[in-house]
């Protein structure tokens, strides 16, 4: 079992930046690969970005390529979104995941999920 936190969120104007830090405990981290999905309210959960159990692979939607970047910390634990050039749409609720299997883009490739964090984009 993986427990996942994530924090870091707030509101920000139109073009700032934000970091999501997302901490990890329990089993091996480093076994895992970590998506980060967004859910804007009355959306589905939508992916952001993923990366594989090293953090050598990564991918990013189409909608956030060249503006947010995922990194990730197995000696501590912890997963990033680096997130610029903020956008209103980018305004939801963000979550962490970890898959114990599988490099993928769905929520149902993800076994375990954080609790989600807040980010609002003011224009």
């Known amino acids: 079992q993986v427990q996942l936190v994530e924090s870091g969120g707030g509101v920000v104007q139109a073009g700032g930046s934000l970091r999501l830090p997302c901490a990890a405990s329990?089993?091996?981290?480093?076994?895992?690969?970590v998506g980060w999905f967004r859910q804007a309210p009355g959306k589905e959960r939508e992916f952001v970005a993923r990366?594989?159990?090293?953090?050598?692979?990564?991918g990013y939607a189409d909608p956030v390529q060249g503006r947010f970047t995922i990194s990730r910390d197995n000696a501590n634990n912890t997963v990033y979104l680096q997130m610029n050039s903020l956008k209103p749409e980018d305004t939801a609720v963000y979550y962490c995941?970890?898959?114990?299997?599988?490099?993928?883009?769905?929520?149902?490739?993800?076994?375990?999920w954080g609790q989600g964090t807040q980010v609002t984009v003011s224009s």
């Open positions: 990366s594989s159990w090293s953090g050598g692979r990564t």
């Open positions: 995941a970890a898959a114990a299997s599988r490099y993928g883009s769905n929520p149902d490739d993800y076994d375990h």
């Open positions: 329990g089993r091996t981290f480093s076994n895992y690969c």
